[in-house]
Protein backbone atom coordinates (compact mmCIF):
# COMPACT_ATOMS: atom_id res chain seq x y z
CA UNK A 1 0.00 0.00 0.00
CA UNK A 2 2.65 2.77 1.20
CA UNK A 3 4.81 1.80 -2.33
CA UNK A 4 1.20 2.50 -4.56
CA UNK A 5 0.78 5.94 -2.48
CA UNK A 6 4.87 6.72 -2.71
CA UNK A 7 4.34 5.98 -6.59
CA UNK A 8 1.48 8.17 -6.84
CA UNK A 9 3.15 11.26 -5.02
CA UNK A 10 6.07 10.13 -7.40
CA UNK A 11 3.70 10.31 -10.33
CA UNK A 12 2.04 13.63 -8.86
CA UNK A 13 5.68 15.44 -9.47
CA UNK A 14 6.78 14.05 -13.29
CA UNK A 15 3.33 14.95 -14.40
CA UNK A 16 2.83 18.40 -12.33
CA UNK A 17 5.84 21.28 -12.51
CA UNK A 18 3.65 23.02 -9.81
CA UNK A 19 4.08 20.23 -7.36
CA UNK A 20 6.80 21.54 -4.92
CA UNK A 21 7.13 19.18 -2.02
CA UNK A 22 5.09 15.99 -0.38
CA UNK A 23 3.24 17.64 2.09
CA UNK A 24 1.73 20.05 -0.40
CA UNK A 25 0.86 16.81 -2.42
CA UNK A 26 -0.75 14.93 -0.01
CA UNK A 27 -2.70 17.99 0.96
CA UNK A 28 -3.69 19.72 -1.28
CA UNK A 29 -4.12 17.89 -4.68
CA UNK A 30 -8.06 16.70 -4.95
CA UNK A 31 -7.35 14.62 -8.22
CA UNK A 32 -4.89 12.32 -6.03
CA UNK A 33 -7.35 12.30 -3.33
CA UNK A 34 -9.87 11.08 -5.51
CA UNK A 35 -8.19 8.01 -6.98
CA UNK A 36 -7.08 6.88 -3.28
CA UNK A 37 -10.69 6.96 -2.75
CA UNK A 38 -11.58 5.24 -5.78
CA UNK A 39 -9.25 2.62 -4.60
CA UNK A 40 -11.17 1.85 -1.72
CA UNK A 41 -14.70 2.03 -3.27
CA UNK A 42 -13.53 -0.19 -6.32
CA UNK A 43 -12.47 -2.96 -3.82
CA UNK A 44 -15.64 -2.75 -2.16
CA UNK A 45 -16.96 -2.79 -5.53
CA UNK A 46 -15.16 -5.71 -6.58
CA UNK A 47 -16.14 -7.35 -3.66
CA UNK A 48 -19.60 -7.20 -4.26
CA UNK A 49 -20.55 -4.37 -2.04
CA UNK A 50 -22.04 -2.60 -4.58
CA UNK A 51 -23.62 0.12 -1.91
CA UNK A 52 -20.56 0.86 -0.23
CA UNK A 53 -18.76 1.42 -2.67
CA UNK A 54 -21.35 3.53 -4.78
CA UNK A 55 -21.78 5.53 -1.50
CA UNK A 56 -17.66 6.49 -0.98
CA UNK A 57 -17.62 7.21 -4.88
CA UNK A 58 -20.43 9.47 -3.88
CA UNK A 59 -18.73 10.97 -1.10
CA UNK A 60 -15.16 10.77 -2.86
CA UNK A 61 -17.31 13.40 -5.65
CA UNK A 62 -18.21 15.59 -2.88
CA UNK A 63 -15.03 16.17 -1.20
CA UNK A 64 -12.84 16.49 -4.12
CA UNK A 65 -14.95 17.14 -7.04
CA UNK A 66 -14.15 14.42 -9.12
CA UNK A 67 -16.52 11.74 -9.99
CA UNK A 68 -15.17 8.51 -10.32
CA UNK A 69 -18.10 5.10 -10.69
CA UNK A 70 -16.32 2.40 -8.75
CA UNK A 71 -16.74 0.02 -11.65
CA UNK A 72 -13.99 1.83 -13.81
CA UNK A 73 -10.94 -0.18 -14.50
CA UNK A 74 -7.77 2.33 -14.00
CA UNK A 75 -4.55 1.45 -14.25
CA UNK A 76 -1.19 2.67 -12.90
CA UNK A 77 0.26 5.52 -12.27
CA UNK A 78 -3.37 7.65 -13.13
CA UNK A 79 -2.97 11.18 -12.61
CA UNK A 80 -5.59 13.90 -12.86
CA UNK A 81 -4.44 17.27 -12.51
CA UNK A 82 -6.60 20.08 -11.15
CA UNK A 83 -9.53 17.41 -10.89
CA UNK A 84 -12.45 19.86 -10.54
CA UNK A 85 -15.52 18.43 -13.35
CA UNK A 86 -14.09 14.79 -14.00
CA UNK A 87 -16.48 12.25 -14.53
CA UNK A 88 -15.40 8.81 -15.24
CA UNK A 89 -18.59 6.15 -16.14
CA UNK A 90 -19.10 2.83 -14.85
CA UNK A 91 -17.44 0.94 -17.99
CA UNK A 92 -14.64 3.32 -18.70
CA UNK A 93 -11.08 1.15 -18.82
CA UNK A 94 -8.05 3.69 -18.12
CA UNK A 95 -4.87 1.89 -18.88
CA UNK A 96 -1.31 2.94 -17.28
CA UNK A 97 0.54 6.39 -17.09
CA UNK A 98 -2.64 7.95 -18.35
CA UNK A 99 -3.39 11.82 -17.53
CA UNK A 100 -6.90 13.65 -17.11
CA UNK A 101 -6.95 17.45 -16.96
CA UNK A 102 -9.84 18.72 -15.24
CA UNK A 103 -13.52 18.84 -16.29
CA UNK A 104 -12.83 15.48 -18.82
CA UNK A 105 -15.91 13.67 -19.13
CA UNK A 106 -15.56 9.85 -19.95
CA UNK A 107 -19.29 9.59 -20.38
CA UNK A 108 -21.76 6.66 -22.22
CA UNK A 109 -24.18 6.76 -25.12
CA UNK A 110 -26.48 4.21 -24.02
CA UNK A 111 -28.92 2.67 -20.94
CA UNK A 112 -28.40 -0.87 -21.96
CA UNK A 113 -25.88 -2.61 -19.31
CA UNK A 114 -23.16 -3.31 -21.93
CA UNK A 115 -19.44 -1.71 -22.29
CA UNK A 116 -20.43 1.68 -22.86
CA UNK A 117 -17.56 4.38 -21.92
CA UNK A 118 -14.38 4.74 -23.67
CA UNK A 119 -11.08 2.15 -23.22
CA UNK A 120 -8.12 4.70 -22.80
CA UNK A 121 -5.26 2.70 -23.76
CA UNK A 122 -1.55 3.78 -21.95
CA UNK A 123 0.41 7.46 -21.86
CA UNK A 124 -2.94 8.53 -23.38
CA UNK A 125 -3.99 13.06 -22.41
CA UNK A 126 -6.78 14.16 -22.37
CA UNK A 127 -6.97 17.72 -22.34
CA UNK A 128 -9.12 20.26 -19.95
CA UNK A 129 -12.99 20.26 -20.53
CA UNK A 130 -12.26 17.45 -23.21
CA UNK A 131 -15.50 14.98 -23.78
CA UNK A 132 -15.38 11.28 -24.99
CA UNK A 133 -18.43 9.81 -25.40
CA UNK A 134 -19.39 5.74 -25.91
CA UNK A 135 -17.08 2.83 -26.05
CA UNK A 136 -14.37 3.83 -28.50
CA UNK A 137 -10.82 3.26 -27.90
CA UNK A 138 -8.27 5.91 -27.41
CA UNK A 139 -4.91 4.53 -28.74
CA UNK A 140 -1.57 4.09 -27.23
CA UNK A 141 0.24 7.10 -26.78
CA UNK A 142 -2.66 9.43 -28.18
CA UNK A 143 -3.77 12.91 -26.86
CA UNK A 144 -7.12 14.58 -27.08
CA UNK A 145 -6.99 18.18 -27.19
CA UNK A 146 -8.93 20.65 -24.75
CA UNK A 147 -12.30 21.22 -25.46
CA UNK A 148 -12.46 18.03 -27.68
CA UNK A 149 -15.57 15.76 -27.86
CA UNK A 150 -14.45 12.44 -29.22
CA UNK A 151 -17.14 10.15 -30.43
CA UNK A 152 -14.86 8.00 -32.61
CA UNK A 153 -12.03 5.98 -31.58
CA UNK A 154 -8.47 7.56 -32.22
CA UNK A 155 -5.65 5.36 -33.76
CA UNK A 156 -2.38 4.99 -31.34
CA UNK A 157 0.06 8.11 -31.80
CA UNK A 158 -2.20 10.29 -32.53
CA UNK A 159 -3.80 13.75 -31.85
CA UNK A 160 -7.03 15.15 -32.02
CA UNK A 161 -8.92 18.30 -31.62
CA UNK A 162 -11.90 19.91 -32.29
CA UNK A 163 -15.78 19.37 -31.97
CA UNK A 164 -16.17 16.75 -33.41
CA UNK A 165 -13.13 16.06 -32.68
CA UNK A 166 -10.56 15.17 -36.14
CA UNK A 167 -7.16 13.76 -36.55
CA UNK A 168 -4.38 16.73 -36.36
CA UNK A 169 -1.52 15.91 -38.70
CA UNK A 170 0.20 12.61 -38.87
CA UNK A 171 0.12 9.74 -36.34
CA UNK A 172 3.09 8.83 -35.26
CA UNK A 173 5.57 6.33 -36.53
CA UNK A 174 5.01 2.51 -36.13
CA UNK A 175 0.96 3.24 -36.61
CA UNK A 176 -0.24 0.02 -38.25
CA UNK A 177 1.99 -2.22 -36.17
CA UNK A 178 0.04 -0.51 -32.70
CA UNK A 179 -3.28 -0.33 -34.79
CA UNK A 180 -3.80 -3.88 -35.18
CA UNK A 181 -2.23 -4.74 -31.81
CA UNK A 182 -4.85 -2.58 -29.86
CA UNK A 183 -7.81 -2.64 -32.09
CA UNK A 184 -7.03 -6.78 -32.95
CA UNK A 185 -6.63 -6.38 -36.37
Known amino acids: MFDRIREDIETAFARDPAAKSVPEVLLCYPGLHA ?27 FLTGVEIHPGAEIGDRFFIDHGAGVVIGETAEIGDDV ?50 VVLESV ?4 TVVGVPAELVGDCGTDYLAEVREDFGE
Open 35 to 61: IWLYRIAHALWEEDFLLAGRFLSHVAR
Open 99 to 148: MLYHGVTLGGDSIEPEKRHPTLKDDVTIGANATLLGPITIGRKSSVGSGS
Open 155 to 158: PPNC
